[in-house]
């Protein structure tokens, strides 16, 4: 490559554009050596009132021995019949049978909100049988069926095997968070 040379005129005009400058006496930038500090994640509000799709009505009412099942549009049927067979490990477990349909409600909300900050995948709620309930229709059942339907992060859900706890419990496939998809990004 060759040197380009510049006249005078052409010097005198680069000197007058950048203006007055001052020397600088070491090119060395000095780190600072207080660390900085770590990020704090911003956390999520807890407003379970936001978790439920009121919008969604489940009319059909169960008996004491029927199955649960519940497919999100847009996951394969197979989604169902791992769970049952239990490809997907439980991450944690509540136990709401006993409890009133409103205490219930707040429970299954706190769990589900938690259970979905952990990254939890799969888990289970035993909701009972219903055995007291009157006319043999089990309240937390019929309820826990209608709640998990409108909860926006439960993509699957199906009764458990008898060893499990049979039709007296729900595992439940959960959708994994933002932050664990942003970092399934990262490693690909």
Request: charged share 30%.
């Amino acid at each position: 490559m060759r040197k380009k040379n510049l006249t005078q005129e052409d010097r005198d005009l680069f000197r007058q554009a950048a203006g007055k400058v001052i020397s600088i006496d070491s090119d060395k930038l000095h780190l600072s050596t207080t660390p900085k500090p770590k990020p704090i994640p911003a956390k999520r509000s807890v407003d379970n009132a936001q978790s439920l799709d009121e919008s969604i009505l489940v009319t059909e009412l169960l008996s004491l021995e029927d199955s649960l099942s519940f497919l999100s549009p847009g996951l394969q049927k197979n989604v169902l019949r791992k769970m049952r067979k239990g490809h997907y490990g439980l991450d944690a477990e509540i136990d709401l049978h006993g409890l009133s349909s409103h205490e219930a409600k707040k429970q299954l909300l706190r769990f589900l909100h938690s259970c979905v900050e952990e990254g939890f995948r799969c888990v289970c709620i035993v909701h009972g049988k219903g055995y007291r309930s009157p006319d043999n229709l089990p309240i937390l059942k019929n309820s826990l069926n209608l709640w998990l339907r409108q909860h926006r992060d439960v993509q699957a859900f199906c009764s458990a095997p008898h060893r499990k706890g049979g039709t007296g419990a729900v595992f439940v496939l959960l959708r994994l968070t933002d932050k664990y998809d942003e970092q399934n990004d990262t490693e690909r």
